[in-house]
């Protein structure tokens, strides 16, 4: 079964937080992490 996936201004935050530090720090891992994030919210949407 499907659900819609909405995302609140926190969550949206810690995202971009999260994906800018990955860029930072192990910039070789950011399209990785990027890539499992979507996947996993398009098995969750």
């Known amino acids: ?3 819609p996936v909405l995302f ?3 969550a949206e935050r ?3 937080e999260t994906l800018t530090w990955y860029q930072k720090n192990v910039p ?13 919210i398009a ?3």
């Open 1 to 3: 079964m499907k659900y």
């Open 8 to 10: 609140v201004t926190r």
């Open 14 to 16: 810690n995202i971009l």
């Open 28 to 40: 070789h891992v950011t399209q990785r992490w990027h890539n499992n994030l979507n996947s996993a």
């Open 43 to 45: 098995k969750a949407a």
